[in-house]
C-alpha cells in the first residue's frame, strides 16, 4: 500500500473510511469520536499498514519536537483501540509487538480523489461531491449550532453535485434532526414550565379579575381623568371584547391623571406594592410612566401619536389581592 503522506487520499478498511485530510474516522457513514493525538497515531498505523512501526517512530511523528514519555503512547493506543472497537469490530486491527512497537494488521485500501468512493452500500463518481460530504460529517460530529449550519451547506452542496448521493440526504436528516435537539429544554426548565402552564387558567382568570375591579375604582376616582380598558362597560370596544374575550379583557391598560406629567412621576415614585418595571404580564403587579421612561426620547407630539402623553400611566395587574392593589394606588396620588 502506498506510504506517502498524501493528504487527498482516503483509507478504507473494513467498515471504517479514514480520511487525513478531513481528520475524520467515519463508520458505514457515521463518525467515530477520537481523540486528537489517537487519530494522529491511525493516520500513520493505517498508512503502513502491514508494516512494524516502532515506538520512537510513533513518538516523534505524533510527537514532534516534544519530549513524552511512553506512557502518552500506551494511553492513545489503548483510547483508539476502544474507539474502532466502538466503531463496530470485534477484531483488534492493532497489534502490539513486543518491546518494539506496533502493526496495523487491517487490509487497507488507499482511493485516490480521481477514483469511484464508497460510503457504506451508497457510491458517488464525483469527487467534489464526496469531499463535501466528509467536510458535512466533520462538522456534523461538533454538534455545535454553528458546526450544523456549516453540516447543512456541505451536505446541500453535495447534493447540488450528485442528487443521487444518498448518503449526502442521510447527512442533511441527521442534521435538522440534531438542531431540533438544540432547541430542546433542560428537564428542569421543563418541569417548571409545565408547572406553570397548569395553573395558567387560574392566574389568568385572577388577572382579569383584578385588572377589571382596579379600572372601574379608576374610572369612579376625581383624580384620573379617563381609563382604557374595554371591559368597562363605557368603554367603545366593551361589545367587541364581550363577544370575542367573554372571560376578560386582559390584565394590561392605561389611565391618565388629571395632574399630568408631573402627576405621573410622582405615583410611580410613590408605589410600594406595584413594581416599578417596563415588562408585563408578571404575576406581580408593574407600573410606569411611559413619558418619562420608555418613550422619553420622543418629542411631547410623537408621544401623544404613540399614546403616551404626560398623563399617560400604564398598569399589568397582577394576582394580589385587589383591595391592596387600590389601596396602594390611593396612597400614591394622595400623598
Known amino acids: 500500500m502506498p506510504t ?9 478498511f473494513g467498515d471504517f473510511m479514514l480520511s487525513p485530510k478531513e481528520r475524520l474516522l467515519l463508520h458505514a457513514g457515521e463518525p467515530v469520536s477520537v481523540a486528537a493525538k489517537a487519530f494522529d497515531l491511525l493516520v500513520a498505523l493505517v498508512r503502513r499498514s502491514g508494516h512494524l512501526v516502532g515506538k520512537d517512530e510513533l513518538l516523534r511523528e505524533v510527537w514532534p519536537d516534544t519530549f513524552v514519555q511512553e506512557v502518552n503512547l500506551t494511553v492513545n ?23 518494539h512497537g506496533y502493526r496495523f494488521v487491517a487490509p487497507v485500501i488507499a482511493r485516490n480523489a480521481t477514483v469511484t468512493h464508497r460510503v457504506g ?8 461531491a464526496y469531499r463535501a460530504y466528509l467536510q ?16 447543512t451547506e456541505h451536505f446541500q452542496y453535495a447534493i447540488a453535485l450528485d442528487p443521487w448521493f444518498a448518503a449526502a440526504y442521510a447527512g442533511l436528516a441527521d442534521c435538522y434532526a440534531t438542531m431540533g435537539s438544540l432547541s430542546h429544554l433542560a428537564p428542569m426548565n421543563a418541569f417548571l414550565v ?5 395553573t395558567l387558567p387560574l392566574r389568568m382568570r385572577r388577572h382579569c379579575d383584578n385588572a377589571l375591579v382596579v379600572a372601574q375604582w379608576l374610572e369612579a376616582d376625581s383624580r384620573v381623568e379617563w381609563v382604557n380598558y374595554a371591559g368597562l362597560e363605557k368603554h367603545k370596544l366593551h361589545a367587541a371584547m364581550r363577544k370575542y374575550c367573554p372571560k376578560g379583557a386582559g390584565s394590561v391598560f392605561t389611565f391618565g391623571l388629571k395632574g399630568g406629567y408631573e402627576a405621573g412621576v410622582k405615583l410611580v415614585n410613590s408605589v410600594r406594592i ?11 403587579s408593574l407600573i410606569i410612566h411611559p413619558a418619562s421612561t420608555t418613550h422619553r426620547q ?18 399589568s395587574v397582577g394576582i394580589e ?3 391592596d392593589l387600590i389601596a396602594d394606588l390611593d396612597q400614591a396620588m394622595a400623598g
Do not use: Y
Not at 452500500?121 to 467534489?128: F, G, L, Q
Not at 420622543?298 to 398598569?315: C, I, Q, T, Y
Open 77 to 99: 493506543i489503548s483510547a483508539l483501540r476502544k474507539a474502532l472497537r466502538r466503531g463496530g469490530t470485534d477484531d483488534d486491527p492493532i497489534r502490539t509487538v513486543s518491546a
Open 274 to 284: 406595584f413594581s416599578h418595571l417596563a415588562n408585563i404580564g408578571d404575576t406581580r
Open 4 to 12: 506517502g503522506d498524501d493528504d487527498d487520499q482516503v483509507f478504507e
Open 321 to 323: 389581592d385587589p383591595k
Open 121 to 128: 452500500r451508497v457510491t458517488t463518481e464525483n469527487t467534489d
Open 194 to 198: 409545565l408547572t406553570g402552564m397548569e
Open 298 to 315: 420622543l418629542s411631547d407630539e410623537d408621544r401623544v401619536k404613540a399614546g403616551a402623553g404626560p398623563e399617560v400611566v400604564r398598569l
Open 136 to 151: 458535512g460529517r466533520h462538522h456534523w460530529s461538533q454538534r455545535s449550532e454553528e458546526a450544523l449550519k456549516r453540516a
